[in-house]
């Protein structure tokens, strides 16, 4: 079931790289059609998931490559738990969203869908492999796809925002290589289940290093202050759907990366650099939102709230207790959806004003009501209103981060106040005030391909945000096991 659900968008991407020049634009339709049957075998797999048991479930194991040094060898191994359960739908799930908000692309729209498609394996390897090697395989993978779909389709400085994401990310695997041999020749394996089980005592380096190695990619990919600034560019510059992605399930790859392998493996040293981590943490969120404040385009507004939320992910995970990495867990699905549909909204002004700068835009909400609408509700759900994802995520961090580290989360909180400022000031500038002339030309969102991805988007975050124990039940499953590894 994982292996079909890992290739399948890799078939998908080989059919529509082969169909016929002459049938390029049936290259969406074939994008569309394997895009919604990775998302329905997720579905399953989701639902079917066994909520009363911890560990790994839909195990599949086969013999890779055989190392004699050392008596080991690497394996394809894949399985979820329910951490990464979760992330896999999610992914799934937005890149169905990023395909129907794709749907109108004239520049080369087989090259386009292909490697939508082939991005969409590399990150559910990344969320599925058990084997150290196969895991960063995957996360080297994502690379070239995204690196392609910035520097082709994207605007503005393109071809820099791709080169300095391919340059930053590339930077941070070259330290996670050279920590995964250590730790893959210190403990024996590189099987992931067995490294976190293991007691890593005689590596090459010491284990505080390790860490440090270990940490050097995942905290540029999540991203965390001061190794954020490719994000901004990367998002500003590259297409709706590859911005929906990028913030949706790219990110969450750092956060999951800490989790799963620096966490997991090396937990005494993460306890010992927990209250280091935990004021970065604040820092970024402050940090994040306070730039937030001076953003005059709309997507470095958005890319930018999502440095400062990313650091709710880092805060909770580094509380290191049952609440806080459930928050964090789930703050990783919540911000994909609620700053996936952001960008979507952002997308569909700019197909629209052919703008992003705030200050030439007032008053849309009279010509685009629909738009309006959905962006409030987006807006709301990401400054954490109740009874909308983002709060429950957010009250899970802060509760769990809460009474060991108080004055880094009464600092993180301050975030939600200044999220609340930039959300609702953008808002009131660009869809109200006074009736802009300029704009009296608009058309609302009433194609299917707008409405649908839209209304999906919104759908899961008030689902979540009523019934948030439909992904807590399954996340604590995967928490268990990493809270006996902690102690």
Do not use: C
């Not at 991203?223 to 297409?239: G, K, N, S």
């Not at 590859?242 to 990366?257: F, P």
């Not at 500038?429 to 969102?445: I, K, S, T």
């Amino acid at each position: 079931m994982l292996s079909a659900i890992i290739f399948l968008p890799a078939l998908g991407a080989l059919v529509t790289a082969l169909l016929p020049a002459s049938r390029a634009r049936e290259a969406r339709v074939v994008a569309l059609a394997f895009s919604l049957a990775t998302f329905a075998l997720t579905a399953w797999l989701f639902a079917t998931f066994d909520r009363g048991e911890t560990g790994f479930q839909f195990v599949q194991t086969a013999d890779w490559i055989r190392v004699e040094i050392g008596g080991f060898n690497t394996q394809y191994a894949v399985g979820v738990d329910g951490i990464s359960v979760a992330l896999v739908l999610l992914t799934a799930f937005l890149t169905l969203v990023a395909v129907l908000v794709s749907w109108n692309i004239a520049l080369r729209p087989k090259e386009y869908f292909a490697w939508l498609l082939f991005l969409e394996t590399g990150v559910l390897g990344v969320f599925t492999a058990l084997d150290f090697v196969l895991f960063f395989l995957f996360w080297e993978v994502e690379l070239l796809p995204m690196y392609l779909l910035i520097s082709i389709w994207g605007s503005g400085r393109k071809q820099y925002s791709a080169m300095k994401f391919l340059l930053y990310t590339i930077a941070g695997s070259a330290f996670l290589l050279v920590g995964m041999l250590i730790t893959g020749f210190a403990a024996g394996t590189f099987n992931l289940v067995e490294l976190n089980q293991a007691e890593i005592t005689d590596a090459a380096i010491p284990l505080w290093a390790l860490f440090v190695l270990l940490m050097a990619a995942f905290v540029v990919k999540l991203p965390v202050v001061p190794f954020h600034t490719w994000l901004p560019d990367a998002h500003t510059d590259a297409p709706t759907a590859v911005s929906v992605i990028l913030a949706g399930v790219l990110l969450k790859m750092g956060g999951y990366g800490i989790i799963r392998i620096a966490v997991g493996i090396l937990p005494e040293q993460a306890r010992d650099f927990a209250p280091y981590l935990v004021a970065l943490a604040a820092v970024n969120v402050v940090y994040g939102a306070l730039i937030v404040l001076r953003q005059t385009d709309l997507k470095r507004l958005v890319a930018y709230s999502s440095v400062s939320h990313m650091g709710y992910v880092l805060l909770g995970i580094f509380a290191l207790g049952e609440v806080g990495l459930t928050g964090a867990t789930l703050q990783m699905f919540t911000h994909g959806t609620i700053t996936g549909l952001l960008f979507v909204m952002v997308g569909l002004i700019y197909d629209r004003t052919h703008t992003r700068e705030i200050s030439e835009m007032s008053g849309l909400a009279h010509r685009v009501p629909v738009i309006a609408t959905v962006m409030v509700i987006a807006g709301l759900a990401s400054l954490g209103l109740p009874a909308m994802s983002g709060f429950v995520a957010e009250l899970l961090v802060f509760l769990g981060a809460f009474e060991e580290y108080t004055a880094a989360t009464v600092a993180a909180v301050l975030g939600v106040v200044l999220a609340a400022g930039y959300i609702l000031w953008m808002i009131q500038r660009v869809f109200f005030g006074p009736r802009n002339e300029r704009w009296d030309h608009l058309e609302d969102a009433t194609a299917w391909w707008e409405q649908l991805p839209m209304g999906a988007l919104v759908a899961v975050i008030l689902a979540v945000g009523v019934y948030p124990a439909v992904l807590v039940d399954v996340i604590s499953t995967g928490v268990q096991p990493l809270l006996e590894r902690l102690g």
